[in-house]
Structures are given as structure tokens and as C-alpha cells.
């Protein structure tokens, strides 16, 4: 694929992912293995896409106070340790093997964004392993029994396959934590910058990253992270998210075709 088509589509995915909190990474991912690229070096790259668009979203979402950093810095280490994991071990994985999870997890990313995800009324839980949080003048209870080995599963296969695990990670903050949409997307683009340097950091130790090749990518992911972010403030993602969910269930699918044929 010429590499101008490949950074026009990086740019659109950078707006359309950051204006929902969401990495990118399983259509980065796709548009890369689709142009020719090896799975191992598609996965490498899209981390470091990843890396530069969420960082320009969350600088937006951080100004307009739609990031929980504490909330970030209780639920996202076990996310970010796992994504290493998963990206160290990713090189020591056949390609085909690695673009069947992929396909399976881009299947179950496409259920969670299904999902009618509606705010539930505040209920606090003095209770071990319950932490009742308020920031920005919302109130919501964290069920760290079910949050952090949740988060950290997610981060395994985030990091081995090149995604970042935000549609998985909205979600779950919004059902079990409480967290209101808007925080739960802003805090969101924090946590998949820090897993997406893990995974890369993972990734490139087995010598499976070319930064030369990414480098003008990334630029593109930077500017489509900032508009993205700015979108996002002024809308609501509803109908977006539908049809991303659509996409990424025909993405898995003819992922798992591609294989099999």
C-alpha cells in the first residue's frame, strides 16, 4: 500500500478513535496487515500510533478536566505490566496464531460496543476493596476485586496483538466502576498511552519495531488525536460507536477468512 494512502487512512482512525477514548488499535492494525505489512510489524506500529494520538487526546481531555489521574494511576498498572508481557511474548508467537487472537479479540471488542452502556445512580460500598472516589463533582464506587484483574487481562492481549484495550476499559469503568461517560472516555486515552508504550517497549526489545517506517504515521496520529479530542468534547459518540462496532465485527471476520483461505 502506498504509504500516503496508509497515513490519509491513520489520519481518520487518530480523529474518529480519540474522539471516543479508544486506542485504534485493532483498525490500525487491520489498515496495516491489509497494505502488506507483517503482523508482527503491524502490531509494533500501531502501539506507537497509539502512543502519539492518545497523548494529544489526553493533553485536551487533562485541560478540560475529563481525565481521574488517581483513578488512572489505581486501575492502569496491571494494564500497563500485562501489555509488556504480552508484547515481549508476541515475537516468540506465529503470525497466523497471532491474527487469530486478534480476529477473536476485535469479535469481542465489536460485543462490548454493543452494549448500551448507561450511568448508574452513585451507591456507596464501605467495604475492603471497594474505593468510593469524587472528582469533578461526580461520585462513583471502584470494585478493585473485579477492576484491576479485569484491566489486567486486558492489557495481555493488548499488548501482544497491537490494540490498546479501550473498548474494553470504557466499558468496564462505566458498569462496575460508575464512572460517568465523559470521565470514563477522558480517562480512558490516559491509560491506552500507558499501555501502548509498554506493549511498544515489549515489541521492540525482540527487535519486532521500525521507527523510521512509523515515524510519519505517528505525526499524522498526533494531529488526529488533538481534533479528535476536541470532536469529542463537543459531541456525543452514540451513533459513532454503533457503527465501529459493526466495523470491527466484519474486521475479525474476514480476518479469520483471510487465514483460513
Keep these: 500500500m502506498n504509504i500516503y494512502i496508509m497515513g490519509a487512512i491513520i489520519l481518520i482512525i487518530a480523529i474518529t478513535m480519540a ?45 478540560n478536566k475529563k481525565v481521574d489521574w488517581k483513578l488512572a494511576l489505581i486501575i492502569d498498572p496491571p494494564t500497563d505490566i500485562m501489555a509488556f508481557v504480552g508484547g515481549y511474548y508476541a515475537g516468540k508467537i506465529e ?37 468510593n472516589r469524587t472528582f469533578n463533582g461526580h461520585s462513583y464506587t471502584v470494585n478493585l476485586w473485579l477492576t484491576i484483574p479485569l484491566t489486567a487481562l486486558v492489557g495481555l492481549f493488548a499488548g501482544a496483538v497491537g490494540i490498546s484495550g479501550g473498548a ?4 468496564l469503568m462505566v458498569m462496575l466502576c460508575g464512572v460517568p461517560m465523559g470521565i470514563a472516555i477522558g ?19 525482540t527487535g519486532g519495531f ?13 494531529v488526529g488525536g488533538i481534533f479528535g479530542s ?24 474476514i480476518m479469520l477468512i483471510n487465514i483460513i483461505i
Excluded at 118 to 127: G, I, L
Excluded at 187 to 205: P, R, Y
Excluded at 230 to 235: E, I, N, P, W
Aim: proline share 3%; charged share 10%.
Design 230 to 253: 476536541k470532536f469529542a468534547l463537543k459531541s456525543k459518540p452514540v451513533n459513532l460507536k454503533k457503527i465501529f462496532a459493526f466495523t470491527n465485527l466484519a474486521a475479525g471476520i
Design 19 to 63: 474522539m471516543v477514548g479508544k486506542g485504534g488499535g485493532n483498525f490500525y492494525v487491520i489498515a496495516m496487515v491489509f497494505g502488506g505489512l507483517a503482523m508482527h510489524q503491524a502490531a509494533s506500529t500501531s502501539q506507537a500510533i497509539m502512543l502519539g494520538t492518545s497523548l494529544a487526546a489526553m493533553l485536551i481531555f487533562s485541560k
Design 187 to 205: 480517562t480512558s486515552s490516559a491509560m491506552v498511552a500507558v499501555t501502548a508504550l509498554m506493549g511498544l517497549l515489549g515489541h521492540s526489545i
Design 95 to 131: 503470525g497466523d496464531t497471532l491474527k487469530i487472537i486478534f480476529a477473536v479479540i476485535l469479535i469481542l471488542v465489536s460485543i462490548f460496543m454493543f452494549i448500551n452502556v448507561k450511568e448508574k445512580p452513585h451507591v456507596e460500598k464501605h467495604k475492603f476493596g471497594y474505593w
Design 168 to 171: 474494553f476499559k470504557i466499558p
Design 210 to 222: 521500525d521507527f523510521m517506517f512509523a515515524l510519519p504515521l505517528i505525526a499524522l496520529a498526533i
